[in-house]
Structures are given as structure tokens and as C-alpha cells.
């Protein structure tokens, strides 16, 4: 047996009637939430019990909802009625003018300018907001300096570790020469080397514009042992 239709009206129980009221607010609050949702729409609703009680829901806040109602009614009646479309503009650009002049004597007041007026509340109120600006400001700066320092530290320790690499080969060099010397040194034996220097084969810059620089082996020359003992004469 199917559902019997609903009259209706208003309902005498009171009892009832506020069962029936809860069902049917919670069922068109969420028909309006479903509706903003499915459609991308700006939902705004408003109910008063009967009680005097006010439920609402907004998509986005009742506000915005109301203030965008308010100004799309007046651009209807500036539709409907283009006389009113002078006043309407006129309001618009005295709304304007008064905005610019708040946001202009704010930006003195912060300065520093035009305080005669103001009471201590409002000078409170004008010193905080310098203080929150001011942390910014030292935030911004010191984020900044602490990823200079970290940039800076890195390309230190990158530079350290060439220099580590390049001491190692000029080690590694060195000990190669060393043990060249002694190979060369036992080789041709202590009659071939020649004592008056320090290092008796050198490294020797080999130039030629066609090939690039190189390092070649080259050995001192040896004087003859006749030339040596042979003294000079005079008269």
C-alpha cells in the first residue's frame, strides 16, 4: 500500500511540528550543500524557527553571500531603471575615494605622519603592526643570509676538497720524482751526478707553438775530465 500524500499546512501538535521542522532543515541543508557542490554554486540559506532561532549554511560565508546579493540587486534596479544609474556610480566612486583616502592615511600613520590625532589604543594598535612588519622584514633577511652562509660554506668545502686532491697528486709526484732519482742514481752511479746541484736531472718546460706544453727529462752536461784537471796557464 503506497505512502499516503501530505496535506500540506500548518501542524496543530507542536510536538510534531518541531520533529517535522528538524527533518526538513537537515534535509534542505543538505540538498543546498549537494547543490553547491554538483554545480560549483555560491549557496547561501537562512531559516527562522518559529521559536525565533536562526539555522544558516553558506558554501563560502554568509558575508560574501549577502554582500554579493546586495550588490547584484542594485545592478538590476541600474538595469531596470537607468535613471538610478547616475546615484548608482556616483555611490561606486564615493566608495572608491573614501578607500583610497583610509589606505592613504594609514600609509602616513605608518610613516610615522599625522599621529596628532590619534588616541593610545590606536598608536597600540599602529606599533603592533610595525612590530609584526618588522619581524617579516628580519625573517626575509636572516632566511636569505643563512642560505648565502650555506651556499658559501658549500663551495668552501668543495674548494677544500680540490685542494685536498691536487696536494695528493702533488705528493704522489713528488715521490715518483724521488723514486726516479734513485733509479737513476743507482743506475749510472755517484761519478755521473753532479754534486754542485742539489738535483742533478731536472724538469725541463719543452716549448713548441704547433704541440702543446710539456715536461720533458733533461740532464746537465758533464765537463771532461782533462778540461777538469788541466790549469791554466800564465804569462
Not at 549577502?66 to 548608482?88: A, C, H, M, W
Not at 738535483?199 to 720533458?216: C, D, I, K, S
Amino acid at each position: 500500500m503506497g505512502r499516503g500524500k501530505i496535506v500540506i499546512r500548518r501542524i496543530d501538535n507542536s510536538t510534531s511540528r518541531q520533529v517535522t521542522f528538524s527533518k526538513r532543515r537537515n534535509g534542505i541543508f543538505k540538498k543546498a550543500k549537494e547543490l553547491a557542490i554538483l554545480c560549483d554554486a555560491e549557496v547561501g540559506l537562512m531559516i527562522f524557527s518559529s521559536t525565533g532561532r536562526l539555522y544558516e549554511y553558506s558554501s563560502t560565508s554568509m558575508n560574501s553571500v549577502i554582500d554579493r546579493y546586495g550588490k547584484t540587486k542594485e545592478g538590476q534596479q541600474v538595469v531596470t531603471n537607468p535613471n538610478s544609474e547616475l546615484k548608482f556610480w556616483q555611490r561606486e566612486a564615493a566608495s572608491l575615494r573614501q578607500q583610497l583616502h583610509n589606505l592613504q592615511e594609514n600609509h602616513r600613520q605608518l610613516m610615522g605622519e599625522d599621529l596628532s590625532g590619534l588616541n593610545v589604543k590606536e598608536l597600540q594598535s599602529i606599533e603592533n603592526q610595525l612590530e609584526v612588519s618588522l619581524r617579516g622584514v628580519r625573517t626575509k633577511k636572516d632566511q636569505i643570509l643563512f642560505d648565502e652562509i650555506h651556499e658559501l660554506n658549500r663551495k668552501g668545502s668543495l674548494v677544500h676538497q680540490e685542494n685536498t686532491e691536487l696536494y695528493k697528486k702533488i705528493s704522489m709526484i713528488g715521490k715518483e720524482n724521488a723514486e726516479l732519482y734513485k733509479k737513476i742514481y743507482e743506475a749510472e752511479g755517484p761519478s755521473e751526478v753532479n754534486r754542485d746541484s742539489p738535483t742533478p736531472y731536472n724538469f725541463a718546460v719543452v716549448e713548441n707553438r704547433n704541440v702543446p706544453m710539456q715536461l720533458g727529462l733533461s740532464t746537465l752536461p758533464q765537463q771532461d775530465d782533462t778540461e777538469q784537471s788541466a790549469a791554466p796557464k800564465l804569462g
